[in-house]
């Protein structure tokens, strides 16, 4: 079972460059969540999506972009880096957002913004 | 404003007990969800509690008050394995997942 796939998972960019974070679940599930993950704090929600087609923001969207065109599929963009970007990024899915469906995560993307 | 509170970190001795508090102010409470990560790694569920109570499994324990706010995670015969980072995370009333800093544990020998 593979779960949850990130691609890439290492990565350096200079600023103002553009990339795109993949994620692919293979759990059917309908809601996915990137998050970043920054030293001294939690874990925080930058988009998610509850199904196909969807997208949301999150609680610190500002400088990125989402896309879910496919069910299994969740892409994070990055349209001008920043260091401030600088972090390690964590994609979820879950089957649904209630009662006690946990987040299942992929192994994380560590991108550094020079 | 939202805020998850857990110590930054805790030391133990392997086959002791540790327990890892977590105090909580959200808009709204749905559920709370402790995960282990270890480092370099992705966090995995440990736990989820949404009465109050005890909910055990295994050599891993979690309790919740919710009038009070607080959960714990109570870890059992612990092993080296068990050095980790625990993260609490509690569900709020829009059903989103706020996260807690994460308390790094510490085995030794």
């Known amino acids: 079972n593979a779960g949850v796939t990130q691609t890439p998972k290492f990565r350096v960019l200079k600023t103002g460059q553009s990339m795109t974070l993949l994620c692919a679940q293979d759990?059917?599930?309908?809601?996915m969540y990137w998050y970043r993950q920054d030293p001294g704090m939690g874990l925080r929600l930058i988009h998610y999506?509850?199904?196909?087609?969807?997208?949301a923001k999150g609680e610190v969207p500002d400088g990125y972009n989402v896309s879910r065109l496919k069910k299994q599929n969740f892409l994070l963009g990055l349209e001008s880096a920043a260091p401030s970007q600088t972090s390690v990024y964590f994609c979820?899915?879950?089957?649904?957002?209630?009662?006690?469906?946990?987040?299942?995560f992929g192994d994380g993307t560590r991108l550094s913004i020079l | 404003g939202q805020n998850i509170d857990q110590p930054t970190e805790m030391t133990a001795t392997e086959g002791a007990i540790v327990q890892i508090n977590c105090t909580y102010q959200?808009?709204?409470?749905?559920?709370l969800f402790w995960y282990q990560q270890h480092a370099g790694e992705a966090p995995t569920f440990l736990s989820y509690?949404?009465l109050d109570g005890l909910e055990e499994k295994g050599r891993f324990s979690s309790f919740l008050s919710r009038s009070k706010g607080y959960s714990y995670l109570l870890l059992k015969e612990l092993q080296m394995k068990d050095s980790a980072s625990y993260l609490c995370?509690?569900?709020?009333?829009?059903?989103?997942?706020?996260w807690g800093a994460g308390t790094k544990l510490i085995i030794k020998p």
């Open positions: 979820a899915s879950s089957y649904s957002s209630g009662d006690s469906q946990p987040q299942h």
């Open positions: 759990m059917n599930h309908e809601y």
């Open positions: 999506s509850v199904g196909e087609g969807t997208t």
């Open positions: 959200t808009s709204g409470f749905n559920g």
């Open positions: 509690n949404v």
């Open positions: 995370a509690v569900q709020d009333s829009n059903y989103q997942l706020i």
